[in-house]
């Protein structure tokens, strides 16, 4: 994944404009804000507003409905942990507990000084090799515990 | 020429390592100074060999599987170009059973062809379909499509036919064709397998919806969770495009008709219909209240038709083959093929699809073979988070919309999940009510409300308070969300958890939990 830029309102500005005429442009603009830069930046929401005729509470509202959207800048590395139910009868909550209790990372806090966040997902349709997750959008399939000690072995050394 | 070899490059073989199985049978070929080109392929759906290789033979497709980076010398010394023995030699794909027992309609071409090539989609069959439906009347198509018995693979079994029928009636200057790719239920894997291996198909399905209710613009919405599949779908956009397949004219005729892939942004709900529309407003995903239909007012207040990403790909084989060939498969009035998917403790996990009605029990033990964990089968949930559980002792239920229906449960999507017999039903109770209340968009009380009540009220149970109060409250609660939610995702919660415990009330019991914990 390429690093994101810190914040830039002309910058945002630019993404805005490039896609505001496309119908129910919102969310698409979103995504290309956060591709842009990790996250929404609270002060791309008045000028989202402004260019998409929409109030900020329209906007704010959109922002924190979707589980995506980040509001804070995020670092280093992601694990995307699948926690649902296929994943689940294979374990996946063991895994949870394995990272809590040998690692002292939880799901969904932010990351800590090996710059590792764990997220949980809901299904990522790689049910038939559950359990499943993203590691900075790579799949992995039949993840256990040893897999999740080398990448948080690995966490500080960066993207592999 | 040069060997052709076929890697998988779905989602699932990534997860188990296919790109640096290709990486390394491409170094190993330049190595031996040995000509050979690596198509990457969509999967066949049988997971627990990936990543599997394909080779060409004269007799067909030779398969090596699962092939790990450092059987790649191997595999070339033991002449596997030419189909050559080896201990992860599977003979010829087509021919093992898993495979072999399948009656694939909608999967036919997925692991077989690149799915970005349209040469390769129309020699093995592809555009037929729509080749049909551009020589015959709109109104034609419908009654194909009504005639087959196609209904909504989504969940709602709603007749396909008649749904395209409704949008086509409406007159207006501007009607839409939406794909619902919000393939968020666990254990379901379809949707994305055919948009990273036969993309294709769900554009040539779509473009058929199109000429029948005349719609010049289709929108595929894809949960973001699926990365890989919005990349590879958004790539076969641009090819379809290139190619004169979708665009200002639909294969050379009048018709204009264009599709975009849109992404989601993390939300469960969008994959019901209405909600779908909103976020594709941009909107906050919330439900709408019905009517008006979509059929009549659906995107930006225009007719539309939405459909399940599999109902799509299932109309270009009813529009070659006929209604008649279609209606053959299956039973009742659940005809044609289900893609079923096979996940969760299972030893064979894997894309089934088979005509409607076969029973659980040869799902999960003749094609699944048990569980993973080598454990008895306890409990099996099919059709997603908001499907029911069953157990062991009702694994000859038929898998078709009736029998589902009459068991206490729903088909969904297709999506069946094992459990062995580790699993505490009374936590899965609580987790059916826990991702209602995380995903729940808020808009009506009984889901927003009731979740989060019904979790709690289960912790009561799970803590030994006021048992048999606690399970009358938890009764009346799904009574209440089941006739006052808008929309399935409150409206369904009821199955998994009522399932629970009527068939695992053993579970919901403190005494029996300690019991089975001290063990």
């Not at chain 1, 809590?100 to 997902?121: F, K, N, T, Y």
């Not at chain 2, 898993?98 to 093995?124: K, M, T």
């Not at chain 2, 999960?364 to 048990?370: A, Q």
């Not at chain 2, 069953?390 to 088909?411: H, I, K, N, S, W």
């Amino acid at each position: 994944m390429a690093a994101a830029a810190a914040f830039d309102a002309q910058l945002a500005r630019d993404i805005v404009d490039r896609r505001k005429s496309v119908p129910g442009a919102l969310l698409p603009i979103l995504h290309d804000l956060q591709t842009a830069f990790g996250y929404v930046d609270d002060a791309a929401i008045p000028i989202l507003a402004e260019s998409l005729n929409l109030s900020k509470a329209e906007v704010l509202g959109v922002v924190s409905f979707y589980h995506d959207f980040r509001r804070a800048p995020a670092h280093g590395r992601v694990l995307r942990l699948c926690r649902a139910e296929s994943c689940q009868a294979l374990g996946c909550e063991d895994l949870v507990a394995h990272l809590a209790e040998r690692h002292g990372l939880a799901p969904d806090a932010q990351a800590d000084s090996r710059g590792l966040r764990i997220e949980s997902v809901y299904c990522l349709g790689n049910c038939a090799l559950s359990p499943a997750a993203l590691i900075d959008g790579e799949p992995v399939g039949r993840l256990d515990r040893d897999a999740l000690d080398r990448l948080v072995a690995g966490a500080d050394r960066g993207p592999v | 020429m040069s060997a052709r070899v076929f890697v998988p490059g779905d989602s699932s073989a990534l997860s188990v390592g296919a790109d640096a199985v290709a990486r390394a049978i491409a170094r190993e070929a330049a190595a031996r100074g040995v000509e050979v080109e690596i198509v990457r392929t969509g999967s066949r759906g049988l997971f627990w060999l990936e990543p599997l290789v394909e080779v060409e033979s004269a007799r067909g497709r030779v398969g090596y599987g699962p092939v790990a980076p450092a059987d790649a010398a191997a595999l070339f010394d033991a002449g596997f170009l030419n189909g050559g023995d080896h201990r992860k030699r599977l003979g010829l794909v087509a021919e093992i059973p898993y495979l072999a027992r399948q009656q694939r309609l909608v999967f036919a071409r997925c692991g077989l062809v690149d799915p970005l090539s349209i040469e390769d989609y129309r020699a093995h069959g592809g555009l037929k379909g729509l080749a049909r439906a551009l020589a015959l009347r709109p109104e034609s198509i419908v009654d194909e499509i009504v005639a087959s018995g196609l209904r909504g693979r989504g969940g709602a079994g709603f007749p396909t036919g008649i749904k395209w029928g409704a949008v086509a009636s409406v007159r207006s200057d501007q009607k839409y064709i939406v794909c619902n790719a919000d393939e968020g239920d666990s254990g379901t894997f379809a949707d994305r397998m055919l948009m990273e291996g036969d993309p294709f198909l769900v554009i040539e399905g779509m473009a058929i919806a199109s000429l029948a209710v005349g719609a010049d613009k289709g929108y595929v919405y894809i949960r973001s969770e699926y990365p890989h599949a919005y990349d590879v779908f958004s790539r076969a956009l641009d090819c379809a495009r290139a190619a004169g397949v979708i665009g200002a004219s639909l294969m050379g005729a009048s018709h204009a008709f264009d599709i975009e892939a849109r992404l989601g942004a993390g939300a469960y709900v969008c994959g019901e219909e209405t909600s779908m529309l909103e976020s594709l407003e941009g909107k906050r995903g919330e439900v709408r209240v019905k009517p008006p239909l979509p059929a009549v007012s659906g995107l930006f207040g225009k007719p539309t038709v939405i459909n399940n990403m599999l109902s799509f790909a299932s109309a270009p084989w009813i529009l070659e083959h006929g209604s008649q060939a279609y209606a053959e498969y299956g039973v009742g009035r659940s005809l044609g093929s289900q893609p079923f998917q096979l996940a969760g403790n299972v030893r064979f996990g894997g894309l089934v699809e088979l005509a409607f009605g076969p029973t659980l029990r040869q799902l999960v033990e003749d094609f699944g073979g048990g569980t993973r964990s080598g454990r008895p089968i306890r409990a099996v949930q099919v059709g997603g988070p908001l499907g029911a559980y069953f157990p062991a002792a009702l694994l000859d239920t038929a898998l078709d919309y009736e029998a589902m229906t009459r068991a206490g449960g729903l088909l969904g999507h297709g999506g069946v999940v094992v459990f062995d017999d580790t699993v505490d039903m009374a936590r899965q109770a609580r987790f059916a009510f826990a991702f209602c209340a995380k995903e729940s968009c808020g808009k009506c009380t009984p889901c927003r409300i009731g979740s989060t009540r019904g979790a709690e009220t289960i912790d009561r149970i799970i803590a030994g308070q006021d048992r048999e109060t606690n399970v009358a409250l938890v009764r009346d609660l799904c009574e209440v969300m089941t006739d006052g939610s808008l929309c399935a995702l409150g409206g369904l919660v009821a199955l998994p958890v009522l399932s629970a415990l009527d068939h695992f009330g053993e579970d919901f019991v403190k005494a029996r939990r300690l019991g089975a914990a001290a063990e």
